[in-house]
């Protein structure tokens, strides 16, 4: 095939081909009339007759099915280009199996081994801290004299007062200045000692658990329940009468007003021998 048949499209052709046909045909007729005329001279001869022609005509129409116009408009080269470079069909790629999620398994690994640092620490500490004696946290709980130091603790301005004004300087310090709620307390805001306490309180009478533990249970009883009469006092005068905190009040009065002071001594010496713990 030359180039420039390749160019022509196939309706082009299909056409030609068409012609062609019709040309062939009426050959054929052409033909057919001859040999019929003679076989008449054969037979008008004598000859045998002839019951059907030796010939078949073909059906003019083989090239029929040039079909589609989309395929007939193309040129050759077109459809030559199209089969030399077939489209080739893309492989189906296996599916892929889906890793598994090791950075969450680890990050949960890393969660669950910071929780159980956690808990350890906790533990740790929890069990340092209970390992931890002192004889206020033995008495407190364990003995009645621990508990008349307690109750003290919470409402000690009610039983005395401290510091003792007769105990404090009359004026301020010069370069110092007055810290207002602290009487006896002051801070320093001139030359080298800026910013430094000077403390004139006593702190042998202050109200703490080592000055109170050295007292023995019926000092501590009488200071007591002179803190609770002034308490509940105070109590009716802003609040009245009938309140939870009037109710606790009379129950540790009660208390406190029948309690055996001698025993309350040798029960918080026992506490602190069994822990062999010494007061501070």
């Not at 076989?39 to 001869?45: A, R, V, W």
């Not at 005509?57 to 099915?65: F, I, N, P, R, S």
């Not at 409402?155 to 009487?183: H, I, M, Q, V």
């Not at 040798?266 to 069994?274: N, P, Q």
Request: charged share 35%; aromatic share 6%; glycine share 6%.
């Amino acid at each position: 095939d030359s180039s420039s048949s390749e160019d022509i499209p196939l309706s082009a052709l299909a056409s030609r081909r068409e012609v062609e046909d019709d040309e062939e045909s009426d050959e054929a007729e052409f033909d057919d009339d001859a040999d019929e005329e003679e076989m008449l001279e054969y037979d008008e001869s004598g000859g045998e007759e002839s019951g059907s022609s030796d010939f078949i005509e073909e059906d003019g129409d083989d090239d029929g099915d040039y079909a589609s116009d989309s395929s007939e408009d193309a040129p050759l080269s077109s459809l030559k280009t199209k089969k030399a470079t077939p489209t080739k069909k893309a492989k189906a790629k296996p599916a892929k199996k889906k890793a598994t999620p090791k950075k969450k398994a680890t990050s949960a690994k890393k969660k669950k081994s910071a929780t159980k640092k956690t808990t350890k620490a906790k533990q740790a500490a929890s069990s340092s801290a209970s390992n931890y004696l002192c004889a206020s946290g033995e008495m407190y709980p364990q003995c009645d004299k621990g508990k008349l130091i307690q109750s003290l603790l919470a409402r000690w301005w009610y039983a005395y007062e401290w510091p003792d004004p007769k105990a404090l300087p009359e004026s301020t310090p010069k370069g110092y200045d007055a810290l207002d709620g602290f009487p006896g307390v002051f801070i320093c805001t001139q030359g080298s000692d800026v910013g430094k306490f000077l403390d004139n309180r006593d702190h042998t009478k202050s109200p703490s658990f080592k000055n109170f533990s050295k007292k023995n249970s019926s000092e501590l009883k009488e200071m007591l329940l002179r803190a609770i009469k002034k308490q509940m006092k105070a109590l009716l005068e802003h609040e009245g009468g009938g309140t939870d905190t009037e109710k606790g009040l009379k129950v540790l009065e009660k208390w406190a007003t029948k309690l055996n002071c001698a025993k309350a001594d040798k029960d918080a010496v026992k506490v602190l021998k069994a822990k062999k713990l010494v007061l501070p």
